[in-house]
Every structure is written in structure tokens, then in C-alpha cells.
């Protein structure tokens, strides 16, 4: 058994003591639990250092709902970064939509099952924590200033939860350069810049729509996410980019030949939901790049299920 500091701490706020009761009866050995009864007690508790890990709230409270008690959370910078799940007896589409607006990340529907809630529990606080820990880090490579690695992470999460609420398929472009060390090894640093920044510049209009974003996530690698996009515009997008850099003459001084690049591009696109995790796109898009490379480069291969589907 887990001693008491190295339990995550929850703090459930329910009306019933039924449910405080079987809560309390079937984790408290994995967790420490903190009881409410209503939202104003909620608060109090939620202020206290140290804070809860996470916040389980039920929807119908007198008083002060459910609704309004994670409005308070999430609006109030203390508690913001703090997960919330809803617990309720209700399950009507209109309530799910409303409860994820309003900033709640998961909603579960009694009866209870207690492993599932253990899951979700530690998936969610296990997220969090990794997001506030991205948030504390450098955003924007220096020379591209694209995101870098780890705020096209944290991209990747936001748009992944969007289209899983609102049921959008996420595409994902990753873009290599194609034998990018053997380009710059006989230049400079201000040189191999000058190359980075004029690929940057080639495919920086692409992810351009609200949710689209652009990412450096290694040093030959971007990542292009596209939200709630067709496969059609995803594989539009590799095709202009191939012929972009393709047709790329970049003259490092005068007289000098011109450096020609190119890039291979892997292309998935899925409906997040169920139990798919996270970086199964991520892994995908990888993929359908590594076969892309396979191919010669200057190439796009799209992932498919069955089989990698090639220009």
C-alpha cells in the first residue's frame, strides 16, 4: 500500500453520502480523499495547500451546481490548472456539452466503476502535470521560430481533446528534410540559417487556419497539425509542400550554385475516441514518413490502417 504522501490527492464534492461512502469504501486505499458535501465547502478546500490533484464534482448540488462550481475552478488562476471531472447520474448530450465548455476534462456517468475512475484519475493528473510542465519551458525554436518539441505537444493535446468533444477528424503532416546533414555539413552556421529559414518560410502559410499550427519538433522535422480537416486537404497541403521546396534555389553569395532541397512527408489522419492514445497519430504520421523516405524522398506517403498509401 502507498503511503499517505505519495497518494494523489482528490477532492470529491458530492451532496449524497451514498456515493461519498462507496467512493471512500473502494479507493481511498490508492488515493487521498478529501469530502465536500457542497460548493462552498468545496472552495475552502480547494485553497488549502497543499491543493488536490484533482477535482471529482457532482452536477446536481443545491446551491451552487456543479456547473458553477467548475466555472469558479477553472476561471480562478489557483485552481485553473487543476483537472476536473464531472460524476452524475445524468447523461444527456446537452449536459456532456456543457460540462466540457465550461472546462471539465472527463465525464463519467454512474453508476461507478472504480477502476475505470482509477484510470482516468491518474491519466488526467499524470496530463496535467506534463502540460504545466511544458508551460514553464521555451516555446519557439530560435531560428524557425515555429513551436518547438514541446509546445507541439502540448498543441497536439488541445486539438486532440477539440476533435475528440466535438467528434472533428486531426491530421498530422510531418515534413523531413531530406539528407539535411549532408546540406549543411560544408556550410557555416549563419549559412545553414539561411537554409533552415527558407524552408521555414516555404511552409510557414500552410497551417494556417484557426486550430492549424506549425511545429520544428527536431532539427530536420516540422510537424503541420490540421484540425478537423479532410484527408483530401491534408494531402493537398503534402503536395504544394513537395512542390514548394522542391522548387526552392537558394544562393548562399553571389555566383555560387544554388542549394536545392527537398522533403519527404508523411500524412495520418484519425477521429480521436475510445481509448486511442494520444501519439497514435504522432506515431502514424511517422510512418507514412519513414515510407516516404524508403520511396527516394522529394515524396508524400499518406498512413492508412491496412497499408501506406503512396503518391
Known sequence: MMDQQSKLKVLYIDDNP????????????????????????????????????IFLIDIHMPNMSGFELCEKFTTAPETSHIPIIFLTGTNTLN???RAFNIGCV??????????????????????????NTIKTLPTLESITK?????????DLKTEWDLCKRY??????????????????APLDAEQASQIMLAIA??????????????????PATFAILLSDSQISHAVDCAKEIVAKISALQIIMRPKSLPIQVTVS?????????????????HDNAHTALTEAKLNGG????MYSVSHILTS
Request: proline share 5%.
Open 95 to 97: 449536459t456532456k456539452t
Open 18 to 53: 451514498l456515493d461519498l461512502q462507496i467512493i471512500l469504501n473502494q479507493l481511498s486505499d490508492q488515493f487521498e480523499f478529501t469530502f465536500a458535501n457542497n460548493g462552498k465547502e468545496a472552495l475552502i478546500y480547494a485553497f488549502q495547500q497543499p491543493q488536490p490533484d
Open 146 to 154: 515555429f513551436s518547438n518539441y514541446y509546445k507541439y505537444l502540448q
Open 265 to 281: 512527408i508523411g500524412v495520418a489522419s484519425l477521429y480521436p475516441e475510445g481509448n486511442t492514445e494520444i501519439m497514435t497519430i
Open 167 to 184: 467528434d472533428y477528424p486531426l491530421t498530422l503532416l510531418h515534413c523531413e528534410i531530406d539528407h539535411l546533414q549532408e546540406i549543411l
Open 106 to 131: 472527463d465525464y463519467i456517468v454512474k453508476p461507478i466503476d472504480p477502476q475505470e475512475l482509477t484510470l482516468r484519475i491518474n491519466n488526467h493528473v499524470k496530463i496535467s502535470r506534463q502540460s
Open 298 to 301: 522529394n515524396d508524400w506517403c
Open 201 to 218: 518560410n516555404a511552409i510557414r502559410d500552410i497551417g494556417n487556419r484557426p486550430g492549424d499550427s506549425v511545429a520544428h519538433i527536431n
